[in-house]
């Protein structure tokens, strides 16, 4: 079974950048769809941005377009998520899982914290 763990989390200024990883351990990701998913304190989960499993196609939610980059490093069995011009509303729980429906991404991570404070 797929597992995927996230990383790259923390605590970061407004206006500063993370990255965000999400491995997976013992399958190839190369078929699947990833998305990145968020959930703040209060707040339902959505969608943030996806790559997909064919062409390597890209999505965005609008909150993050210009901001956020997705990638994929097929060598590496990773998805990257490099956040830029973060605000204090990006703050929440960072999830991936396979595919870029939340209703029906599977395989879900554990999920990593990002804080944006000052």
């Known amino acids: 079974q797929v597992q995927l763990v996230e990383s790259g989390g923390g605590l970061v200024q407004p206006g500063g950048s993370l990255r965000l990883s999400c491995a997976s351990i013992?399958?190839?990701?190369?078929?699947?769809?990833i998305g990145w998913f968020r959930q703040a304190p209060g707040k339902e989960r959505e969608g943030v941005s996806c790559?997909?499993?064919?062409?390597?196609?890209?999505y965005y939610a609008d909150p993050v377009k210009g901001r956020f980059t997705i990638s994929r490093d097929r060598a590496k069995n990773t998805v990257y998520l490099q956040m830029n011009s973060l605000q204090p509303e990006d703050t929440a729980v960072y999830y991936c899982?396979?595919?870029?429906?939340?209703?029906?991404?599977?395989?879900w991570g554990q999920g990593t914290q990002v804080t944006v404070s000052s």
């Open positions: 013992g399958y190839t990701l190369d078929a699947y769809p």
């Open positions: 790559v997909s499993g064919t062409d390597d196609s890209t």
């Open positions: 899982a396979a595919g870029c429906q939340l209703e029906l991404a599977d395989y």
